[in-house]
């Protein structure tokens, strides 16, 4: 696939683009990334993106005419646009899966205060990552475009995301690596012991108590499967 990146500064992508697994993965050629300055298709002299807003108020808003006619020498049959806002629907790793399926994905960045309200219908979905404000969109579009190109064939390990936290509604299992006793604090033992059904049994039911713990939100929408509804009769029958 391939990400386009419209954006004011093109140079705040350049090391995460080079770096571990998102820099092997577009070495390898799993993805393309391209980088776009919108600041080159203004018209005026003194190249401004942006103007006051109308009917007054604080800071600056990014005008349609560069942007817009950046987007147009981008835009690709089939390509999908989405715009990084604030006002946007959240990103999850749902979107992450859609977003990885496209052949093109075009990623709008924003900054200053906003952008003129005409560039929203031009554009297929606007995306925030959070409910909190950046001061431009780079940094969303860079957690956009990490969890999309992991996703491409290639990138990682083949099944490497199939357990991972969010994959199938809850968080991942707790990990644990050598030493099993560090400084009196010990790895569970079932990890140690061998039997893969006890393990996978352990790990199912420490990824729903982790998830009914520390996000009860997802917890509550989670469709359980019959494994699992095994092993929370069984863990609750233990523990009477
Ligand atoms: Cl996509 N942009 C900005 N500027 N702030 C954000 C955001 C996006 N998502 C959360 N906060």
């Keep these: 696939m391939k990400i386009t990146i419209l954006t004011l500064f093109p140079e705040m992508f350049e090391d995460m683009l080079k770096t571990s697994v998102i820099g092997r993965a577009l070495a390898k050629g799993c993805a393309e990334v391209e980088l776009v300055q919108i600041r080159d298709f203004t018209k005026d002299k003194h190249r401004h993106v942006d103007d006051t807003p109308f009917g007054g108020g604080k800071g600056m808003v990014m005008k349609c005419q560069p942007v817009l006619d950046a987007l147009s020498s981008v835009r690709t049959e089939g390509s999908h646009v989405i715009m990084m806002s604030p006002a946007g629907v959240k990103f999850d790793q749902q979107k ?9 994905l075009i990623i709008l960045c924003g900054h200053y205060e906003g952008m003129d309200y005409r560039i929203n219908s031009h554009v297929d979905e606007l995306v925030s990552i959070g409910d909190y404000v950046l001061t431009g969109g780079e940094l969303a579009a860079m957690v956009i475009s990490d969890a999309v190109i992991r996703l491409q064939k290639g990138s990682l390990a083949e099944g490497s995301t199939e357990e991972e936290s969010h994959e199938n509604g809850l968080l991942e299992y707790p990990q644990y690596t050598q030493p099993a006793d560090y400084e ?10 061998g039997n893969h059904a006890k393990i996978r049994e352990w790990r199912i039911l420490q990824s729903l108590k982790l998830t009914e713990k520390m996000r009860p939100d997802l917890y509550a929408k989670h469709e359980f499967t019959e494994e699992e509804l095994k092993i929370l009769k069984k863990a609750a029958k233990e523990a009477e």
Excluded at 96 to 104: C, L, S, V
Excluded at 184 to 193: F, I, M, Q, T, Y
């Design 184 to 193: 009196g604090d010990l790895v569970p033992a079932v990890l140690l012991s």
């Design 96 to 104: 992450a899966h859609e977003y990885a399926g496209k052949d093109h």
